[in-house]
């Protein structure tokens, strides 16, 4: 299971709605930097999944923290809440160029993700942005709402997938009409628009078989860091093994992107093999920050994911 998907206490069955009071005590523990970076996760994850005005406030004031693998979860997590409320403080995320690249494109995935038309001015200037990550993630949210405009019939296919995601771009059309070889064609195809190329790979990501994945593997060898890094995010979707020794060298490769390797680190964590795991324990102490955060939160989940507890959140404690 991929980090930025973990239950929480939020999803626990039948559980009563939280108080302001209570939500203010969780918004405390994610604000707090003393606090192990394990216990923030799970503090915004409660909060994704208490959704409302509070809980967007509380999570958005956390984007004040160095953590960029903290800051990138936050925005991830307003999109796929999918509340119109969390675009002005995404807006400026996405507009700080002072910003890690890897938090300004998921801001800008985020409003996408959110899909109210009133986002397209900032996000069409953006296109042309000097950051590739930043500006390619634009064009793909722009044409995600566009698609929205346009096909409003068809909006629900783009939760349509085993893993319930708010995804920047929907599956091909008439997929169950497309070979494996065809789509690991098009996924591969430097000369196609990107957004086509999303939708080849979110339609293998659906399918889930080796093949698939192996398909999708492909794709670590390919295009631009951003399309490596959600080639990575959908590997750890799916968490299938067939994919592990193709994470494993993007992983290792210290001359790729930081952005590529924390989705890699994370989606090995998914897969959770003792293979997985052993390779993971080598990079808790890697020069980069994000990389680090992310074994460190990926272990974690393996630990909770073979215990007994009964949610991700046990032992969270949210009094001040």
């Not at 004040?64 to 002005?88: F, I, T, V």
């Amino acid at each position: 299971m991929k980090i930025d998907e973990v239950p929480s206490a939020g999803s626990a069955p039948a559980a009563p709605l939280a108080t302001p009071e209570q939500l203010r005590a969780i918004g405390a523990v994610l604000r707090d930097p003393a606090r192990p970076l394990k216990e923030r996760f799970r503090a915004l994850f409660t909060l994704r999944n208490l959704p409302g005005a509070q809980s967007v406030q509380l999570i958005s004031e956390a984007f004040s923290d160095e953590s960029a693998l903290l800051k990138h979860e936050l925005a991830y997590c307003l999109g796929q809440m999918g509340d119109r409320a969390a675009l002005p403080v995404l807006t400026t995320v996405l507009e700080n160029t002072a910003e890690n690249p890897m938090v300004r494109h998921e801001a800008g995935e985020a409003m996408g993700a959110i899909g109210d038309p009133s986002a397209l001015p900032v996000l069409t200037r953006l296109c042309s942005d000097p950051t590739p990550e930043v500006a390619e993630t634009c064009q793909l949210a722009v044409r995600r709402i566009k698609w929205l405009q346009d096909e409003q019939s068809r909006k629900e296919r783009l939760s349509e997938n085993p893993y319930a995601s708010v995804d920047p771009a929907p599956p091909a059309d008439e997929p169950s009409q497309l070979s494996c070889a065809q789509l690991r064609a098009t996924l591969l195809d430097d000369s196609v628009p990107l957004f086509e190329r999303y939708r080849a790979m979110f339609t293998l990501r659906n399918r889930g078989d080796a093949e698939s994945v192996t398909a999708l593997a492909d794709g670590l060898r390919c295009g631009s860091a951003l399309f490596r890094h959600e080639i990575a995010y959908v590997l750890g979707q799916v968490a299938h093994p067939a994919a592990t020794k193709q994470l494993e060298t993007s992983l290792r490769d210290q001359h790729e992107s930081d952005m590529v390797r924390h989705e890699c680190a994370e989606a090995l964590g998914a897969i959770g093999t003792p293979e997985c795991l052993q390779l993971l324990s080598e990079y808790g102490g890697d020069q980069a920050r994000v990389v680090r955060e992310s074994v460190e939160v990926a272990l974690d989940m393996c630990e909770y994911e073979q215990s007994a507890a009964f949610q991700y959140a046990d032992g969270l404690t949210t009094s001040s």
